[in-house]
């Protein structure tokens, strides 16, 4: 009894359509998964910073479950990544909602910066041809020195501590949004829409974040 082996190189670039569809899939994906977040929120508004908390666990635990799920079930990894959108938006509800009611200008000054920063920096990451994998290592570890910096911030009065942390934040967004739209360009798999929509939705989302902080801690 013979058995075949069958070789396996490197997956083949997408053709020109598939890229196009993969952008439009990844897109799409994006945008509803926004509009869970935005349900999330508006039904979270009201909610104990306890409940924010579990909320947030459970995004968490949808997240890492969509990153196995996108190889074997594309419904499937759809599915969660609307959960994650929704579980997310249920966490902010009560901080979204603060600014909401406090400086309703912010929040939606905010989401224009936010589309703006997002158009900007996503186009100029899509368009490049230069490899920035190198700088998202880079930024992966300026990420982890700024939530080292957040919690200084916390027990340390800083004088304009949360401006510059919102500032450096959207430094480093920057360079991590040019880097999931190159590799978005880039993709060999469209099965992998789930899983960078939800990068591309994180970066959003933080971006987001950091402007509300912004507009919204001005005098």
């Known amino acids: 009894m013979t058995t075949a082996t069958t070789t396996t190189g490197p997956a083949p670039p997408l053709t020109r359509d598939q890229s196009a569809t993969l952008f439009g899939q990844t897109m799409g994906l994006v945008a ?10 508006y039904m979270g508004r009201d909610l104990s910073g306890g409940w924010a908390i579990v909320w947030f666990i459970g995004a968490f635990g949808a997240l890492i479950a969509l990153n196995f799920a996108t190889a074997r079930s594309e419904k499937l990894a759809i599915g969660l990544l609307f959960g994650f959108g929704l579980l997310l938006g ?3 509800g009560p901080t979204i909602n603060y600014y909401a009611t406090a400086e309703p200008q912010a929040v939606w000054q905010a989401g224009g910066a936010t589309a703006l920063f997002m158009a900007g920096f996503g186009t100029a990451g899509y ?8 700088l998202a290592r880079g930024l992966f570890w300026a990420l982890l020195a700024l939530i080292v910096f957040g919690i200084v911030l916390i027990f340390v009065n800083i004088p304009n501590g949360a401006l510059i942390y919102s500032i450096l934040g959207l430094v480093i967004f920057a360079g991590l949004t040019m880097y999931d739209f190159q590799r978005l360009r880039r993709a060999k798999d469209i099965r992998t829409a ?4 939800a990068s591309i939705f994180l970066d959003a989302v933080n971006v987001f974040l950091f402007f509300l902080s912004i507009f919204g801690g001005r005098d």
């Open 127 to 134: 368009a490049t041809r230069r490899d920035l994998s190198g």
């Open 194 to 197: 789930p899983l960078l929509a």
């Open 90 to 92: 249920l966490a902010m």
């Open 32 to 41: 509803v998964t926004a509009a869970f977040f935005a349900l999330g929120a």
